[in-house]
């Protein structure tokens, strides 16, 4: 199976998938470079991911999505430093996109926002929403406490515990952000990244 892992991040979603040839698109050179350490057998293209699946879509069987998230983040219209900005539409040109143009499989995830979806989703897991031509299934994952919200190198270790990853010795800061969970924070968790693959698999098979 061929796959198209876009703002695939440190590759959260993709950890536990097994048997399929992946093409991972990140924009951030230092976060790519932690992704192909961790996945070596991949393929890591550092471009803009919105672009390359206008370009390359046709060249896979099924694409992963999980554009950019802060725009429409709950957190966006709670924040505490008064930002205003117009969510990211790019969200929903890749769900049509998607939709209307691509005959494999995919899945596009985002957090729930603070509007009306202005698509329904297919489905939801925690605080994920799922657009995809596949069923979305029921995960079970492990419990988690406040360390999931602390910003420290101690929340860290425990983030990358509960991600069930083994520990990385970088630490990426996003742009305008000194938050050393903030890049794991962003990551789907590995069983429903698994969950959503077997999903596909069943299908196929």
Request: proline letters at 8%.
């Amino acid at each position: 199976m061929r796959v198209l892992n876009l703002y695939a991040g440190v590759g959260g979603n993709r950890q536990l998938w097994r048997d399929c040839e992946v093409t991972a698109i990140e924009s951030n050179p230092a976060i790519a470079k932690i992704y192909a350490k961790r996945f070596p057998e991949d393929t890591v293209i550092v471009t803009d991911a919105h672009d390359y699946l206008l370009q390359h879509s046709d060249e896979f069987d099924f694409i992963w999505s999980s554009p950019p998230c802060p725009t429409h983040s709950r957190m966006m219209k709670a924040t505490r430093h008064r930002l205003r900005r117009y969510p990211d539409m790019r969200l929903y040109e890749e769900i049509l996109f998607l939709q209307h143009f691509f005959k494999g499989w995919w899945v596009v995830e985002n957090v729930i926002p603070y509007y009306e979806p202005l698509i329904p989703p297919t489905g939801s897991i925690e605080r994920h929403l799922f657009w995809s031509n596949l069923p979305i299934p029921s995960v079970d994952l492990p419990p988690k406490t406040d360390f999931i919200r602390t910003a420290t190198l101690e929340g860290r270790h425990k983030l990358l515990e509960w991600l069930g990853m083994e520990f990385f010795e970088e630490v990426v800061y996003l742009p305008g952000s000194h938050d050393p969970c903030r890049i794991l924070r962003n990551c789907v968790h590995p069983l429903i990244g698994k969950a959503i693959m077997d999903e596909c698999r069943g299908l196929v098979a």
